[in-house]
């Protein structure tokens, strides 16, 4: 059962009747996906993990049916069965295709099936669509398209809300359009590398709609140590981002503050975000995670970052 820190007051997730901590527990890496962050996570890691998060004031889980090819949400399912209880535990899930598969409505709730499955509940309070630029966006719109799977989904009370997830911008800007989603996901477009979500955030909230802002530390570069290969995106840094990265490093530095709080920080702060998905691979990094998010931080620094990064040329 979550506990309640008053530092982090849970928020509105939009119209959805939903209230969520700023921060969200990333289950992505808890699947044992070596090959997209560089290192493996054992199943009684990840299993310790979730259950560390259940036990902590944050009550926002996110995960995904593709996550470890589904070992995210077996992992997850082994965490809930363990816990007495989880009523105020808001877990998401997201549908996905199969490899090389159709994104139909027919997928969406065989995506939906597994997942419940795997998580050993029987239905989620939240559902996302997720990564839909995968495809075209007038297939997943159509009349049997993955967007009117999730809507019966909506429909047959099986989830309490639909949301859409994806990185590229413009393209979660079409399925914002639709005005059939509460909430609106986008990853490591919103950071301290990168303004780019931006347009996106102002479209959500004049629709109505939900923002939560995911990978705050550009998938790794932004929490770690400038000593060993840093990670952004998925993939190893360029030059470019590690001198920008180190650039802001310094400026923490001379406030003595640490990078991955402001970093964090950043998106928690914006009343426009209603929460903040990082991922975690450790228990350990849970109360880690709250200490970043809760930290103080001098006003001098937001005020040299938004002049560092308008000469840097990343306010947009």
Not at 3 to 12: A, D, G, M, S, W
Not at 113 to 142: C, N
Not at 155 to 174: R, W
Not at 186 to 203: G, Q
Request: charged share 25%.
């Amino acid at each position: 059962m979550t506990t309640v820190n008053p530092l982090l007051p849970r928020r509105p997730l939009g119209l959805t009747g939903l209230r969520v901590t700023p921060i969200a527990i990333g289950t992505s890496a808890l699947g044992g996906m070596a090959r997209t962050y560089g290192y493996d996570v054992a199943e009684e890691d990840a299993v310790a993990t979730i259950e560390a998060a259940l036990t902590s004031p944050v009550n926002f889980i996110d995960t995904a049916n593709e996550y470890g090819s589904g070992a995210s949400e077996e992992r997850i399912g082994k965490a809930l069965a363990r816990s007495p209880a989880t009523d105020g535990v808001v877990l998401a899930s997201k549908a996905d295709p199969l490899p090389g598969g159709p994104f139909d409505a027919s997928r969406v709730l065989e995506s939906f099936a597994e997942s419940t499955a795997r998580l050993g509940v029987e239905r989620v309070k939240l559902f996302y669509l997720h990564d839909p630029d995968r495809y075209d966006f007038a297939d997943i719109a159509a009349p049997n398209g993955a967007l009117s799977g999730m809507e019966r989904l909506r429909a047959e009370g099986l989830v309490d809300s639909i949301g859409v997830a994806g990185g590229d911008v413009d393209e979660m800007q079409s399925y914002v359009d639709t005005g059939a989603f509460d909430v609106v996901l986008n990853h490591n477009r919103y950071t301290l590398l990168d303004r780019s979500a931006e347009p996106l955030i102002r479209h959500a909230a004049d629709a109505g709609m939900a923002f939560v802002n995911a990978a705050p530390y550009g998938s790794g570069i932004l929490a770690g140590s400038s000593e060993r290969q840093p990670r952004y995106r998925y993939r190893p840094a360029g030059d470019e981002v590690v001198a920008t990265t180190e650039r802001l490093r310094n400026l923490c530095r001379r406030f003595d503050t640490d990078l991955a709080a402001v970093a964090l920080q950043f998106s928690t702060r914006d009343p426009r975000i209603a929460s903040t998905v990082v991922g975690v691979s450790r228990p350990g990094r849970i109360r880690q995670l709250i200490a970043n998010a809760t930290i103080p931080i001098p006003e001098e620094v937001w005020s040299e970052l938004d002049d560092l990064t308008t000469e840097l040329g990343i306010l947009h």
